[in-house]
């Protein structure tokens, strides 16, 4: 794949008029999305409809989305929303709900119906997501190559490719997204993990905490069904301190309930952390 190769100079060159080449298209189009305004960082280059975007590190600004803020990715730009949750003015309006216009390119592929999109080394430009990254949405429709721009990229070796620079309908979805077979893990636990951390989380802290819940709630279910069994039968041996029997009870189940919300947490923090 050129997309481990290709470095992100390219997009201040001549990717960035192809940019600007499928902007009007674009931007000309109501769209039915829901947006949030931010300030526009023009570091990477200019913010038109159609881009990635990603928050400016230890700012609230948006710049153009490449591999290298593909972390921080927020959504795509839309010059025309139908729903702005922003009153202030702001530069850029990012769509953070519904289904847009995006440029992609197929540096990592042809785009199909379906494949999720995450930012490219071109600033601003989508691609398919063929390893576990963040995404900011799925395709709606295939990329038509025959309708795309063509561009000549050189990659960090010398090598030259040619590239086609087009715009597929994108359903906004942000998300940490795990190709099959990148890992050991079920899909769904590192999805769960991701979700809860916000971030791509290692497999050894998704493994651990999957053995700390695992082990703490076998451990906790076993001591209750243990002293609940014990506590039935001795108020079958006697009745008469059912009630104090009763509150005991109660209070093992409460100490149950702390036990695994500790372990929750404990699980939350190695994930976060």
């Known amino acids: 794949m050129i997309v481990r190769r290709v470095t992100r100079l390219l997009a201040l060159g001549s990717l960035a008029s192809a940019i600007f080449l499928w902007a009007p298209a674009l931007s000309a189009q109501a769209s039915g999305t829901i947006a949030q305004g ?11 409809s159609g881009a990635l975007v990603s928050l400016k590190q230890n700012t609230q600004s948006v710049e153009l989305a490449t591999a290298d803020n593909v972390d921080q990715l927020v959504g795509v730009a839309d010059q025309h929303p139908l729903v702005v949750i922003s009153g202030s003015s702001q530069e850029a309006q990012v769509v953070l709900g519904g289904a847009t216009d995006t440029l992609v390119s197929d540096i990592n592929g042809t785009i199909k119906a379906g494949d999720r999109i995450t930012a490219s080394p071109v600033a601003g430009v989508g691609m398919k997501a063929t390893t576990t990254t963040r995404v900011v949405g799925i395709a709606q429709t295939d990329f038509d190559v025959a ?23 994108l359903q906004i979805s942000l998300a940490n997204y795990q190709a ?17 951390a916000g971030k791509q989380v290692s497999i050894i802290r998704v493994l651990i905490c999957s053995v700390l819940l695992l082990v703490s709630m076998l451990t906790l279910a076993l ?4 002293s609940a069994r014990s506590a039935m ?17 109660y209070q093992v189940g409460a100490i149950a309930f702390a036990a695994l919300g500790a372990v929750l947490l404990a699980c939350y923090f190695i994930l976060t952390l």
């Open 38 to 48: 931010f300030a526009a960082n023009s570091s990477q280059g200019t913010i038109v």
């Open 147 to 169: 309708h795309a721009q063509s561009q000549d990229i050189t990659d960090s070796a010398g090598g030259h490719h040619t590239i086609h620079i087009g715009h597929v309908t």
């Open 233 to 249: 039968i001795s108020i079958g041996r006697n009745p008469l301190a059912s009630a104090h029997i009763r509150s005991s009870l």
């Open 223 to 226: 001591f209750t069904f243990s």
């Open 180 to 196: 099959p077979g990148s890992g050991f893990l079920p899909p769904f636990l590192q999805d769960v993990a991701n979700n809860v």
